[in-house]
């Protein structure tokens, strides 16, 4: 079967998680018979996704925890160097199940704390365990057929892409018209709805590399992220891009402030909007990739100019992000969720010790 490591499949079928909880009988797996994941499996993903990036992407930062995102990206960055490589040592879902219920149980904790201090370690906490996404996409390629591997991928990458931005847009509703705890209820609505999405339509499947333990799953990471050209290579390229992205949009905030514009903080939020429409584009870019071998300089002038390139921007960052994406998961079928989290985890690594650097006036 394609997207599977026959030799390592189980001796008997699974039928519960964690030892007691009950798995659809229409979700088990069955070797004998081929795995449908199809278009409507394929978009619960994609909104998996969504709910649980909005989630974790929602911070409304305000003096007293201003190391709020710093602290939740930190923990991100530990969870995809040690809880995504379990895709490639554990059954995929019960680690999702689990992933999203620690983060959905841990959200409660920042509506009711009046601590600074349990805040801030719950947030950390809370972005280790915010990696599902990171774990869902490798997942999608290995349940597809090789076919339409590209566009069942896509349209899980695409969910991600729509959670950040529609974040950063209710983030700004947020801010401008209610308390920021409203932001953690909806998070937990979201997590919650997820974890039961995720329970009644994600299918059960073996895990891969049987008899590899998790030091040695983490220590191919290493030996992966500095022997591998084509991660190197794609990082590199990943690094570049996310420069250009970040330093526009961030730039943006204050050229949409100032004269002329002089937007306020919510219209220049819904220039996320914007967004929305270049992550679109990711589920057609995938079917051609099925079928294929794997600036603001008028910013002061008129706002069409913006918005030309805000979607310009946002459709090319995206095509790109699939492509390399793709281009990383088709290295290695049993290595797949420890290339995606290094082709995210390179570029923050290297991003970091440039920053480190310049700090120090290197």
Same mark, same amino acid.
């Given at each position: 079967?394609?997207?599977? !490591? !026959?030799?390592?499949?189980?001796?008997?079928?699974?039928?519960?998680?964690?030892?007691?909880?009950?798995?659809?009988?229409?979700?088990?797996?069955?070797?004998?018979?081929?795995?449908?994941?199809?278009?409507?499996? !394929?978009?619960?993903?994609?909104?998996?996704?969504?709910? *649980?990036q909005i989630a974790s992407?929602? !911070? *409304?930062?305000?003096?007293?925890?201003?190391?709020?995102?710093?602290?939740?990206?930190?923990?991100?960055?530990?969870?995809?160097?040690? *809880?995504?490589?379990?895709?490639?040592?554990?059954?995929?879902?019960?680690?999702?199940?689990?992933?999203? &219920?620690?983060?959905?149980?841990?959200?409660?904790?920042?509506?009711?704390?009046?601590?600074?201090?349990?805040?801030?370690?719950?947030?950390?906490?809370?972005?280790?365990?915010?990696?599902?996404?990171?774990?869902?996409?490798?997942?999608?390629?290995?349940?597809?057929?090789?076919?339409?591997?590209?566009?069942?991928?896509?349209?899980?990458?695409?969910?991600?892409?729509?959670?950040?931005?529609?974040?950063?847009?209710?983030?700004?509703?947020?801010?401008? &018209?209610?308390?920021?705890?409203?932001?953690?209820?909806v998070a937990v609505g979201?997590?919650?709805?997820?974890? =039961?999405?995720?329970?009644?339509?994600?299918?059960?499947?073996?895990?891969?590399?049987?008899?590899?333990?998790?030091?040695?799953?983490?220590?191919?990471?290493?030996?992966?992220?500095?022997?591998?050209?084509?991660?190197?290579?794609?990082?590199?390229?990943?690094?570049?891009?996310?420069?250009?992205?970040?330093?526009?949009?961030?730039?943006?905030?204050?050229?949409?402030?100032?004269?002329?514009?002089?937007?306020?903080?919510?219209?220049?939020?819904?220039?996320?909007?914007?967004?929305?429409? =270049?992550?679109?584009?990711?589920?057609?870019?995938?079917?051609?990739?099925?079928?294929?071998?794997?600036?603001?300089?008028?910013?002061?002038?008129?706002?069409?100019?913006?918005?030309?390139?805000?979607?310009?921007?946002?459709?090319?960052?995206?095509?790109?992000?699939?492509?390399?994406?793709?281009?990383?998961?088709?290295?290695?079928?049993?290595?797949?969720?420890?290339?995606?989290?290094?082709?995210?985890?390179?570029?923050?690594?290297?991003?970091?010790?440039?920053?480190?650097?310049?700090?120090?006036?290197?």
């Amino acid at each position: 079967m394609d997207g599977v !490591n !026959n030799a390592q499949q189980p001796n008997r079928e699974q039928a519960v998680d964690f030892g007691f909880l009950p798995i659809p009988t229409y979700l088990h797996y069955a070797p004998q018979k081929a795995e449908r994941f199809d278009l409507t499996r !394929n978009i619960i993903f994609c909104i998996a996704t969504t709910f *649980v990036q909005i989630a974790s992407s929602f !911070n *409304v930062s305000y003096d007293e925890v201003s190391s709020i995102p710093t602290l939740l990206q930190a923990g991100y960055a530990v969870g995809l160097l040690l *809880v995504t490589p379990l895709g490639d040592l554990v059954r995929r879902r019960p680690l999702i199940l689990v992933v999203v &219920f620690i983060n959905a149980s841990l959200t409660i904790g920042l509506i009711f704390t009046k601590s600074v201090v349990a805040f801030e370690a719950l947030s950390f906490v809370i972005g280790v365990s915010s990696v599902a996404p990171q774990i869902l996409i490798p997942f999608a390629a290995d349940i597809t057929p090789a076919p339409r591997r590209a566009s069942a991928v896509s349209i899980v990458f695409t969910g991600l892409l729509f959670g950040f931005l529609i974040a950063r847009v209710l983030a700004g509703l947020v801010a401008e &018209f209610a308390s920021w705890r409203i932001v953690y209820c909806v998070a937990v609505g979201l997590l919650y709805s997820t974890l =039961g999405m995720l329970y009644f339509t994600m299918p059960d499947y073996p895990a891969k590399n049987d008899g590899m333990s998790y030091i040695g799953i983490l220590w191919s990471m290493v030996k992966l992220a500095v022997t591998e050209p084509a991660l190197i290579q794609a990082s590199f390229i990943t690094l570049a891009s996310n420069a250009c992205w970040t330093s526009f949009w961030v730039t943006l905030t204050f050229i949409l402030g100032d004269a002329p514009y002089n937007y306020s903080t919510l219209v220049i939020g819904l220039f996320g909007l914007l967004g929305l429409f =270049g992550a679109s584009v990711g589920p057609f870019f995938g079917r051609l990739l099925d079928r294929m071998t794997p600036v603001a300089g008028a910013g002061g002038l008129n706002i069409g100019a913006v918005i030309v390139v805000c979607l310009g921007l946002d459709v090319l960052d995206c095509m790109q992000q699939i492509a390399l994406s793709m281009f990383i998961l088709e290295i290695s079928e049993t290595e797949r969720s420890r290339l995606n989290a290094l082709l995210i985890l390179w570029p923050r690594l290297v991003s970091s010790i440039i920053l480190l650097l310049s700090t120090f006036g290197f």
